[in-house]
């Protein structure tokens, strides 16, 4: 070692290193130099070399290429023994892990290869597995759906059961109908065609002595007491006329099918007014305009309610109407484009067939339409009769007396028509659907849905329209109560407008007469007793209007209205019949007196004779008269020369007279 400028190193031995570098082997030594065996003292000797500020590749080219060399290769190897100090030994431990990891991931292939022939087993029997629970579902679904099937068929069969007797007797019913429908809808029609214009009398004689008897005669099958109200009209649909204001008798029925159902459009001959009044009622929702022919709008109206189709009132018309509805009531419609158009004199104008509708009402009693017009349109004649009156002045007499019935007499018929519509809704749902069904009937679960509701909803109704008829039941009882009022008050407004058949002049509208009728039940006599207050009302009534009539009668024709309120009166009370009055009004005069049996003596004038024997032949307590004035014909001379033979007793029969018979007499 010697001290060089102030390091300590060891000596330069050139020759030596000189002699190893000329060595052919000595970059093959450098290159496998084993840099695994230098130790740390080889480093701290070497350490002052390479630290040396001289010991540079710089400093080192300037000798030679090879020294650069050879100065890299000593700092490296200096370099790499300082780094292998630290990564030779975590080198080992890697090779350790790796050894171990070698095992491990021997045993692990070991492993895994059992793990797979475990895992080729298992998906063997999941797949096994799978199966038989796949089979087990489908079994289970199968099980289900059976169970539902079964479950709907028990609701079918539960829910059915109540409809089958009754649809087992509307089959045999329907097929029993089809025998007949052919002469039910020929009666139909005739009713829709003819029978317009005429009174009830008159349409149930052309009904049952023309229409159904020229049927039988031509042997063909016709229900036996066929009602037309009840073939061409449910009770839902009457019941909501009712509630609109049409009467209830069947009279009233008939003029609203003929309104509603005939394909020419109405004109009602509506003297008292009720058909307009219902029409009103009936529209009122539809948007219907009224309008007349002295209505400076009426063509506005006309164009208006026909483009929008709207209900149009034609109200009050008289036995001509304006030529400008000719179109209209032919009915000349034509297609242009999308909708129609009808030519109304010097324009067209649009229209829709099938919402617009004309209703036409005449005040005229007895109008005389030309048979053109009469051959365009339907007359009906809603002039009022004495059963429809007498339940509308019933209503009235109710409102007034028991406001609190009538208001929940209104109400009942507004439930019962709302159940009874109900129910035709639910049971056309249900057999719309049955009768559409797609496949098994089990298979729609919508059919037990409906079916269902429709049993709870029908048990509801039906016990409500049970509940409904019980207080009906009730409260037509306790309405009934009041009707010698309404029956009274239909009596004298009738026997009024007859009136008019003594003297034209003698008119009266039933608005008048219902503003007495109210009138009276005012000014009646209160009384805490029902009965009383009815017999306060009737008299009070009676009383009032023979005071109101009479003001315009003359002084012979009080006395007549006087003699026919009476008789009337006795009629409606069946104190009297039909037969004491025609005998009373015609006598004899329809009989022949050569054809009947002979007088007993001159002195009894021919049509004495003949009323004695009308007598004989309609009341049954004079049939031995002719027979009892035969044998004591002195006494009965007697008492028919007297000047006032009613104030004396009547020779053998006086004892058997009331006043009626004895009037007769």
Same mark, same amino acid.
């Given at each position: 070692?010697?001290?060089?400028?102030?390091?300590?190193?060891?000596?330069?031995?050139?020759?030596?290193?000189?002699?190893?570098?000329?060595?052919?082997?000595?970059?093959?030594?450098?290159?496998?130099?084993?840099?695994?065996?230098?130790?740390?003292?080889?480093?701290?000797?070497?350490?002052?070399?390479?630290?040396?500020?001289?010991?540079?590749?710089?400093?080192?080219?300037?000798?030679?290429?090879?020294?650069v060399g050879l100065c890299k290769w000593v700092k490296a190897m200096s370099t790499y023994h300082m780094i292998a100090k630290v990564v030779i030994p975590k080198m080992d431990?890697?090779?350790?892990?790796?050894?171990?990891?070698?095992?491990?991931?021997?045993?692990?292939?070991? $492993?895994? *290869? %059992?793990?797979?022939?475990? &895992?080729? +087993?298992? !998906? /063997?029997?999941?797949? =096994?597995? @799978? #199966? $038989?629970? *796949? %089979?087990?579902?489908?079994? &289970?679904? +199968?099980? !289900? /759906?059976?169970?539902? =099937?079964? @479950? #709907? $068929?028990?609701?079918?069969?539960?829910?059915?059961?109540? +409809?089958? !007797?009754?649809?087992?007797?509307?089959?045999?019913?329907?097929?029993?109908?089809?025998?007949?429908?052919?002469?039910?809808?020929?009666?139909?029609?005739?009713?829709?065609?003819?029978?317009?214009?005429?009174?009830?009398?008159?349409?149930?004689?052309?009904?049952?002595?023309?229409?159904?008897?020229?049927?039988?005669?031509?042997?063909?099958?016709?229900?036996?007491?066929?009602?037309?109200?009840?073939?061409?009209?449910?009770?839902?649909?009457?019941?909501?006329?009712?509630?609109?204001?049409?009467?209830?008798?069947?009279?009233?029925?008939?003029?609203?099918?003929?309104?509603?159902?005939?394909?020419?459009?109405?004109?009602?001959?509506?003297?008292?007014?009720?058909?307009?009044?219902?029409?009103?009622?009936?529209?009122?929702?539809?948007?219907?305009?009224?309008?007349?022919?002295?209505?400076?709008?009426?063509?506005?109206?006309?164009?208006?309610?026909?483009?929008?189709?709207?209900?149009?009132?034609?109200?009050?018309?008289?036995?001509?109407?304006?030529?400008?509805?000719?179109?209209?009531?032919?009915?000349?419609?034509?297609?242009?484009?999308?909708?129609?158009?009808?030519?109304?004199?010097?324009?067209?104008?649009?229209?829709?067939?099938?919402?617009?509708?004309?209703?036409?009402?005449?005040?005229?009693?007895?109008?005389?339409?030309?048979?053109?017009?009469?051959?365009?349109?339907?007359?009906?004649?809603?002039?009022?009769?004495?059963?429809?009156?007498?339940?509308?002045?019933?209503?009235?007499?109710?409102?007034?007396?028991?406001?609190?019935?009538?208001?929940?007499?209104?109400?009942?018929?507004?439930?019962?028509?709302?159940?009874?519509?109900?129910?035709?809704?639910?049971?056309?749902?249900?057999?719309?659907?049955?009768?559409?069904?797609?496949?098994?009937?089990?298979?729609?679960?919508?059919?037990?849905?409906?079916?269902?509701?429709?049993?709870?909803?029908?048990?509801?109704?039906?016990?409500?329209?049970?509940?409904?008829?019980?207080?009906?039941?009730?409260?037509?009882?306790?309405?009934?109560?009041?009707?010698?009022?309404?029956?009274?008050?239909?009596?004298?407004?009738?026997?009024?407008?007859?009136?008019?058949?003594?003297?034209?002049?003698?008119?009266?509208?039933?608005?008048?007469?219902?503003?007495?009728?109210?009138?009276?039940?005012?000014?009646?006599?209160?009384?805490?007793?029902?009965?009383?207050?009815?017999?306060?009302?009737?008299?009070?009534?009676?009383?009032?209007?023979?005071?109101?009539?009479?003001?315009?009668?003359?002084?012979?024709?009080?006395?007549?209205?006087?003699?026919?309120?009476?008789?009337?009166?006795?009629?409606?009370?069946?104190?009297?019949?039909?037969?004491?009055?025609?005998?009373?009004?015609?006598?004899?005069?329809?009989?022949?007196?050569?054809?009947?049996?002979?007088?007993?003596?001159?002195?009894?004038?021919?049509?004495?004779?003949?009323?004695?024997?009308?007598?004989?032949?309609?009341?049954?307590?004079?049939?031995?008269?002719?027979?009892?004035?035969?044998?004591?014909?002195?006494?009965?001379?007697?008492?028919?020369?007297?000047?006032?033979?009613?104030?004396?007793?009547?020779?053998?029969?006086?004892?058997?007279?009331?006043?009626?018979?004895?009037?007769?007499?």
């Amino acid at each position: 070692m010697v001290e060089e400028k102030g390091t300590l190193c060891y000596k330069d031995n050139y020759s030596e290193a000189s002699k190893m570098m000329n060595e052919s082997s000595f970059l093959t030594d450098l290159q496998g130099f084993p840099k695994e065996c230098i130790t740390d003292e080889d480093c701290e000797l070497l350490g002052p070399y390479v630290e040396h500020p001289l010991f540079t590749a710089d400093v080192a080219k300037k000798a030679s290429e090879l020294a650069v060399g050879l100065c890299k290769w000593v700092k490296a190897m200096s370099t790499y023994h300082m780094i292998a100090k630290v990564v030779i030994p975590k080198m080992d431990a890697l090779r350790l892990k790796e050894a171990e990891l070698a095992a491990a991931m021997k045993k692990l292939a070991g $492993a895994e *290869a %059992e793990l797979a022939q475990a &895992q080729g +087993e298992l !998906d /063997a029997m999941q797949e =096994k597995f @799978d #199966a $038989a629970m *796949a %089979e087990k579902q489908r079994l &289970q679904d +199968e099980t !289900d /759906a059976t169970k539902k =099937k079964m @479950d #709907a $068929a028990s609701q079918l069969i539960n829910g059915l059961a109540g +409809e089958r !007797d009754r649809w087992t007797q509307q089959s045999a019913d329907f097929a029993d109908q089809i025998a007949r429908l052919a002469g039910d809808c020929a009666v139909a029609c005739g009713f829709m065609s003819y029978t317009g214009p005429f009174n009830k009398t008159f349409r149930d004689l052309l009904i049952t002595n023309y229409f159904i008897s020229d049927l039988n005669a031509k042997s063909i099958p016709v229900t036996k007491n066929l009602s037309v109200t009840s073939m061409l009209a449910d009770e839902a649909t009457t019941g909501q006329w009712n509630l609109q204001g049409l009467p209830t008798d069947d009279l009233s029925i008939q003029n609203g099918i003929l309104t509603t159902s005939a394909s020419r459009y109405p004109i009602m001959v509506d003297p008292q007014g009720q058909g307009l009044s219902w029409i009103k009622n009936k529209e009122a929702e539809n948007g219907c305009k009224e309008t007349s022919f002295v209505d400076k709008n009426f063509r506005g109206n006309l164009e208006e309610c026909m483009s929008f189709g709207k209900p149009l009132l034609l109200a009050n018309v008289e036995q001509e109407l304006d030529p400008v509805l000719d179109p209209v009531l032919d009915k000349a419609f034509q297609r242009k484009g999308k909708g129609f158009i009808v030519a109304l004199a010097d324009k067209e104008c649009d229209i829709e067939p099938d919402k617009f509708k004309l209703y036409i009402t005449t005040r005229l009693g007895n109008p005389h339409f030309t048979p053109e017009l009469s051959a365009k349109v339907t007359i009906i004649d809603f002039t009022v009769t004495m059963k429809g009156l007498e339940d509308q002045l019933l209503d009235r007499v109710v409102q007034n007396e028991k406001p609190e019935l009538q208001t929940e007499r209104t109400k009942l018929k507004t439930d019962v028509n709302e159940y009874k519509a109900k129910i035709m809704e639910l049971q056309d749902d249900l057999l719309y659907r049955l009768a559409n069904c797609d496949g098994s009937l089990l298979d729609d679960p919508e059919i037990i849905d409906v079916l269902n509701i429709t049993k709870k909803t029908s048990a509801e109704v039906s016990e409500k329209l049970k509940n409904a008829g019980e207080a009906e039941g009730r409260i037509k009882v306790a309405c009934e109560e009041y009707r010698p009022v309404a029956q009274r008050g239909s009596i004298v407004y009738f026997l009024i407008a007859e009136m008019s058949a003594v003297n034209p002049m003698y008119q009266t509208s039933l608005a008048q007469f219902v503003q007495v009728f109210n009138l009276s039940m005012t000014m009646a006599e209160k009384a805490a007793i029902p009965s009383k207050r009815i017999a306060n009302v009737v008299d009070e009534l009676t009383f009032r209007t023979f005071l109101y009539v009479c003001r315009g009668y003359m002084e012979i024709h009080k006395k007549i209205y006087t003699l026919l309120l009476a008789l009337k009166l006795q009629l409606a009370s069946d104190i009297i019949t039909m037969d004491h009055f025609g005998c009373l009004v015609k006598g004899g005069a329809a009989l022949d007196i050569n054809t009947v049996k002979k007088k007993p003596k001159e002195w009894v004038p021919d049509h004495v004779w003949l009323n004695i024997i009308q007598l004989s032949m309609s009341i049954s307590l004079f049939k031995e008269l002719p027979d009892i004035l035969a044998r004591n014909e002195s006494l009965w001379r007697q008492w028919y020369d007297q000047e006032a033979p009613e104030a004396v007793p009547v020779p053998d029969i006086d004892d058997r007279l009331d006043k009626m018979h004895k009037m007769l007499l």
